[in-house]
């Protein structure tokens, strides 16, 4: 029996998957599906990412040096200490808070057929728009050549452009509209 991790059947994933991305974006792009209700629920989705980054950097805070009493070559991070437990215990809960509200928000507005589909959407979306934040940031910072115009022309199309993807993602509101229009042309 063949492997299913062959190369050609991930080609054959990441192209489905792509197309289904792209199909889920223009019907966001359309109005006919909700991707995120409001700013709240797009700030649900990227709880996703930052709950455990932060978690991460207050356990990093929270490890004790070297040279500490408490520091031992096994230590463990994430119950070393009875702060760390508590941190570790919060990051996880919250991301399971973020994690079930996002499906049951994309659920409640799509339905069960499309709401499990476009959940995922949601959460590729935002990681996609965290990395670009940060990978944008980075853009700015490192080049040093780079003129005070330049840098400026090129943060204005970027904030226009990523104003422009939130506002299509951010569409509850509108497909709401559009749905009762549809309902009352039925009636």
Do not use: H
């Not at 070297?66 to 760390?84: H, L, R």
């Not at 994690?99 to 935002?126: C, D, H, P």
């Amino acid at each position: 029996m063949e492997s299913l991790l062959t190369e050609e059947n991930l080609k054959l994933f990441f192209i489905l998957f792509g197309a289904g991305f792209i199909t889920i974006f223009i019907m966001a792009l359309t109005n006919k599906v909700v991707i995120f209700e409001d700013s709240g629920d797009l700030m649900i989705t990227v709880g996703l990412i930052l709950a455990p980054a932060i978690g991460a950097l207050c356990l990093a805070f929270l490890m004790p040096a070297e040279t500490s009493p408490a520091w031992t070559p096994d230590y463990n991070v994430f119950s070393g200490s009875g702060a760390a437990i508590f941190v570790s215990a919060i990051t996880v809960l919250t991301f399971i808070f973020c994690l079930v509200k996002t499906f049951t928000n994309s659920i409640a507005s799509n339905g069960l057929q499309w709401g499990i589909g476009i959940a995922i959407f949601r959460i590729i979306s935002a990681f996609i728009i965290i990395f670009a934040i940060i990978g944008f940031i980075n853009k700015l910072t490192e080049d040093k050549n780079r003129g005070v115009s330049a840098a400026a022309i090129v943060m204005l199309l970027t904030t226009g452009i990523f104003a422009w993807i939130l506002k299509i993602l951010i569409n509850g509101e509108k497909v709401a509209q559009k749905r009762i229009e549809a309902a009352q042309q039925t009636s």
